[in-house]
């Protein structure tokens, strides 16, 4: 494409197609703003948000180092002390850093990858809103001393019912556990948005690195984030019911929670420093004015880091008993993982020495962010000896090492991002002065606060005490650390407010002052660039400077809306290849509303408030079907013009729409959630003696529940089949006798075990049973749903050959719960037999 009659578009634009352009993608204003979707918009509410809870945050971490300043100090209770540190952790990690890495996806992705949004916007906004209202409620517990005060971790049995009768623990439990079904709605949207709607031409070895970064985070998320779910669906039934998943005097092991746990919590770890190394490898390239080094290496490093986390979550369970096996398994695996972290490290190094590093504010952050997270990973490899964890562990030797690898890892590339990518919102750049002062601010106080830590462990000061006796050598250590804490939060804060006025200065042209070569610094409207272009390298704006002109007099692809509406491309995976247009939905109600909905239902079941939770959730409930009823709809026309000579089809079905692929990210999840709970069946099963435990009995065979549910999948498999011959009332009929077989399997199984005198409440053996059998429940009242939805579409002639994804993904789902069925058939019948022979 180097002549200007190769472009896609080289003939003149016709009149008022911009005008169609920008009314399409208009954004709301004054309180209609709740409605909006757009990436644009979404984005920015999410990083607003996500740094409010980091200052909040930090405002506890302050009030928990003034107490810790001196011996023997009575400025807060010990309660209040315990409920301080619980929720500066929770909010830290489940309200500011994983929401906050991936507001940033959500706001930069889709200019980045050449797109005009993302392909779920309403799932984007769902995701907001129930984060942000959850967060805000979970929050302001801590006002009315009802917070959490068992640790971010939630160990039991301290936060099971005997020791912690309140419901403080109810609400971490229901309320992160909700949060974190936001954060893995963003993950599907990330994921699906970077694989299915990059710019033509860019290839995954053209994409940029914090893209790659963002995908394996997504990834992560979708597998890390269920173990998690899990857990706390575990412990609030022990909390509410009385089942003993964790009570040793019934067949329990506090144990479970910790591997629960830690499988999520260690990816975690990874999971916030991930895309902050993303946003640095877009970064060191700019401000150093040279092509990154190693990029190939940075991307297969991203893999890497992404696979091996998930075989460290033992890493924080040395000093719990387990085997040696283990031990040296996750010993060698925690040092492991830092071959690829170093790799990253000396490529970012590499390429600021090959180049002309400009000495402004984000290269004072990632200078800082380069020596702080070097000396977290230097102690992580410390604490990666098992002689010399089993003594620092539970010390404030890793209070220190945790905080600089996630503060040094995320918050100094995040600060570090927004004196960098500020100008794209109003096109005004943070004064340098102020700016600079802030980064000495934040390095120097971290480094006070923290660094002592290290001495005051290995001088045996205990994590999580909220005050200590003088003479025992930890008075000067904690003097400076509550200095330096407060010089960081000075610095943070100055950084913050210096972003808020500049925000307040008149709109201008962004222009590129940082002469970037990635696509986000192409002029940038409600509806992102004016024509979507075609990528032919890795630097886009370096390799063809002319290329920004181009896109804004609409020379490339799409230069205005096929159908009116919003729109954008659909591209192969790997290579980039246009495959369809894809229909994007608008400003609406429906999202806002199912997400209040959502939110409404944990808060309130919190409170045991159970009819408005009903209420609230029937709200969401129909408030989604709302939402999902208007987009699978037929195109005005088979194919859409999106060239001078180019058309493409404007709808795709089954495998080549994006959204069956998205279906697919959700039964992974779903599959998760419920290896989950198997693997708590199997660890408590492993535990006994005698399998099933006195008292406790098999059921039977399970053959008939097993064949009515492989009856309905069948039958859903023959909808789908009439769908292509468009025979809908034999469709309707065979969803109608899918539901039914399945739900009857349900119903036999259940009847099967209940004959057999299943008791949850008298043994952990019994209570993982039927954990097992309500997720298979649940799974029951989402196939009525599915059955009913399906078939009401039908009915209303929705439902039809250019607009079947409702079919298609429907069916992917109902074949996953058959798969689930069965194995809950099998893992509970023949496991005690295995275990005996």
Request: proline share 7%; hydrophobic share 55%.
């Amino acid at each position: 494409m180097s002549a200007s009659n190769e472009l896609p578009n080289a003939l003149p634009r016709p009149a008022g197609e911009l005008e169609a352009l920008e009314r399409a993608w208009k954004p709301p204003t004054g309180w209609r703003r709740l409605t909006a979707v757009n990436n644009s918009q979404i984005g920015l509410y999410y990083l607003a948000t996500a740094l409010l809870f980091f200052v909040g945050a930090g405002v506890l971490a302050l009030v928990m180092r003034a107490q810790l300043a001196v011996p023997d100090n009575t400025l807060v209770s010990p309660g209040t002390f315990n409920q301080l540190f619980t929720m500066h952790g929770t909010v830290m990690m489940f309200l500011f850093a994983v929401p906050v890495v991936e507001a940033v996806g959500v706001w930069l992705l889709p200019n980045m990858l050449g797109a005009r949004d993302l392909p779920f916007p309403r799932l984007s906004a769902y995701a907001f809103w129930a984060y942000a209202i959850g967060g805000a409620v979970f929050f302001c517990t801590i006002f009315f001393g009802a917070s959490p005060d068992g640790g971010w971790f939630m160990y039991p049995p301290l936060t099971g019912k005997e020791h912690s009768p309140g419901i403080g623990a109810d609400w971490w439990l229901l309320g992160i556990g909700f949060i974190e079904i936001s954060a893995i709605a963003g993950a599907i949207e990330l994921i699906v948005g970077i694989l299915f709607t990059r710019a033509p031409g860019m290839t995954l070895w053209r994409m940029p690195l914090f893209a790659w970064a963002s995908l394996v985070t997504g990834f992560m998320i979708v597998f890390a984030f269920p173990a998690i779910i899990a857990g706390t669906i575990l412990l609030e039934l022990e909390r509410a019911l009385d089942w003993p998943f964790f009570i040793a005097g019934r067949g329990g092991d506090p144990l479970l929670w910790q591997h629960l746990f830690w499988f999520f919590g260690h990816p975690e770890v990874y999971i916030i420093f991930l895309p902050a190394a993303g946003m640095v490898s877009m970064m060191v390239p700019a401000l150093a004015r040279t092509p990154l080094v190693g990029y190939h290496a940075i991307a297969w490093a991203l893999v890497a880091v992404g696979a091996v986390s998930f075989l460290l979550w033992m890493h924080h369970m040395f000093t719990a008993g387990l085997g040696p096996l283990a031990l040296y398994l996750t010993s060698a695996a925690s040092f492991a993982i830092a071959i690829p972290s170093g790799v990253q490290v000396f490529s970012w190094i590499a390429t600021f020495w090959k180049g002309r590093v400009s000495r402004d504010s984000p290269t004072l952050f990632l200078l800082g962010f380069h020596f702080t997270f070097v000396l977290g990973g230097l102690t992580g490899v410390m604490v990666a000896v098992l002689p010399f964890d089993w003594q620092v562990h539970d010390t404030y030797f890793i209070v220190a090492h945790l905080h600089y690898v996630l503060i040094g890892g995320m918050v100094f590339p995040l600060f570090a991002g927004i004196c960098y990518w500020t100008p794209l919102i109003n096109g005004h750049r943070l004064r340098e002065r102020v700016a600079g002062w802030s980064f000495g601010l934040m390095f120097g106080g971290f480094q006070l606060a923290f660094f002592p830590m290290h001495i005051a462990g290995l001088e045996g000061m205990p994590r999580r005490v909220y005050t200590y006796a003088e003479g025992l050598g930890w008075t000067l250590w904690n003097v400076l650390s509550t200095i330096g804490a407060f010089i960081f939060a000075a610095g943070a804060l100055l950084c913050l407010l210096e972003a808020v006025r500049t925000l307040l200065q008149p709109q201008r042209e962004p222009g590129n002052p940082w002469q970037a070569p990635s696509l986000e610094w192409v002029p940038q409207e409600s509806y992102g660039m004016r024509s979507i272009p075609q990528v032919e390298s890795r630097d886009p704006l370096w390799d063809r400077p002319e290329l920004p002109r181009e896109i804004q007099d609409g020379r490339h692809w799409l230069p205005g809306t096929a159908f009116g509406g919003r729109e954008t491309l659909v591209t192969s995976p790997l290579r980039a290849d246009i495959r369809h247009l894809l229909r994007l939905p608008t400003d609406g109600w429906m999202h806002f509303i199912a997400a209040a909905g959502t939110a409404g239902f944990f808060l309130l079941l919190t409170v045991s408030w159970y009819l408005a939770a009903a209420a609230c959730g029937i709200t969401a409930v129909v408030a989604i079907l709302a939402w999902l009823w208007g987009l699978d709809q037929p195109p005005p026309r088979a194919r859409a013009r999106i060239g001078d000579q180019v058309t493409v089809p404007a709808v795709a079905t089954g495998r080549a729409s994006h959204s069956w692929w998205a279906m697919v990210i959700v039964v992974a999840v779903d599959a998760t959630v419920y290896a989950s709970l198997a693997f708590s069946h199997v660890h408590v099963s492993m535990k006994l003696d005698v399998c099933p435990p006195p008292g406790a009995a098999l059921p039977g065979h399970g053959g008939w529940a097993a064949a009515s549910l492989v009856l309905g999948s069948l039958l859903v498999a023959a909808a789908v089949r009439l769908m292509r011959r468009e025979r809908q009332g034999w469709l309707c009929a065979a969803i109608a006798l899918a539901t039914v077989a399945t739900v009857a399997a349900f119903a036999v199984d259940f009847g099967a075990h209940r004959q057999a005198g299943l008791d949850p409440t008298a043994h952990a053996w019994g209570a993982t049973v039927s954990a097992l059998l309500a997720w298979q429940g649940l799974h029951m009242v989402l196939v009525l749903l599915m059955g009913g939805y399906v078939i009401a579409r039908s009915l209303a002639g929705a439902l039809r050959p250019d607009a079947r994804a409702t079919l298609d993904n429907s069916a992917l789902l109902w074949h996953y719960v058959t798969v689930q069925g069965l194995v809950t058939i099998v893992l509970v019948r023949f496991l005690p037999q295995w275990m005996a022979g």
